[in-house]
């Protein structure tokens, strides 16, 4: 069962529409309606690519990390999102602390609505 804050694997799509590469992301929110889909963001190992006013790193030597199933450090892309139907999503690998979920919730919503400038 999918639920929010779960780590799933997904073929996450390029933007340049070239299929994706299999790879974690974070469970958001289920959207609204009859349709079982989701709003998921990208997980990347490639932490110099956080974007540190929006994005959250999750380190080896943070208290949730082992239940997060990551191999590694690793970036949430909270900007790199996308919906996607739940019989696509491969399974989970772990699942963030509430804590966590919350405050990339209140990142989203404050750059989406403008309250929070983000550099470039």
Known sequence: MIAEG??????????DQQQGKLRPA?????????????????????????IPELDETVTTDNSDFVQTGLKSDSVIRVSRLAVVEERILLGSIGQISSDRLAAIKQKIAKWVTGKQTIKA
Not at 33 to 48: A, F, K, Y
């Open 6 to 15: 779960q780590i799933i694997l997904f073929k996450f799509p390029q933007t």
């Open 26 to 50: 974070l469970i958001l929110r289920k959207l609204p309606g009859r349709h079982r889909d989701w709003l998921i963001c990208m997980i990347s190992s490639q932490v110099h690519q956080e």
